[in-house]
């Protein structure tokens, strides 16, 4: 299973961008994908995740109301949309996927997914 992660890119403060995760290979059930993002010398930080079941979006604070989280029609797609980006916001934003049906606060741990994308650098200059 490889999960892509695109839609990267360097944006003006204030702008927007829109990243996307596909994934591919073996099939895979899962109950529900997120994103993460890491800054350089920064712990991998939680910033939004849906579980299908129900069809619950979950955001951090950081970027509640500026993000927005979406399933795409195919299954195991997700997007991101970013706006009124910050510098803050510039890091690593990695995608994945749980295949365990977790209750709903467990989609903010990294260490409750089980497959992860490689990650999409985002850039936002002041």
């Known amino acids: 299973v490889q999960l892509q992660a695109s839609g990267g890119g360097l944006v003006q403060a204030g702008g927007s961008l829109r990243l996307s995760c596909a994934a591919s290979?073996?099939?895979?059930?899962?109950?529900?994908m997120g994103w993460f993002r890491q800054a350089p010398g920064k712990e991998r930080e939680f910033v939004a995740a849906?579980?299908?079941?129900?069809?619950?979006?979950y955001y951090a604070h950081s970027v509640k109301g500026r993000f927005i989280i979406s399933r795409g029609n195919a299954k195991n797609t997700l997007y991101l949309q970013m706006n009124s980006l910050k510098p803050e916001d510039t890091a690593v934003y990695y995608c994945?996927?749980?295949?365990?049906?977790?209750?709903?606060?467990?989609?903010?741990?990294?260490?409750?997914?089980?497959?992860w994308g490689q990650g999409t650098q985002v850039t936002v200059s002041s």
């Open positions: 290979g073996r099939t895979f059930s899962s109950y529900g």
């Open positions: 849906v579980r299908w079941r129900g069809d619950s979006s």
């Open positions: 994945a996927a749980v295949i365990t049906n977790y209750v709903s606060s467990a989609y903010c741990a990294p260490t409750s997914y089980d497959y």
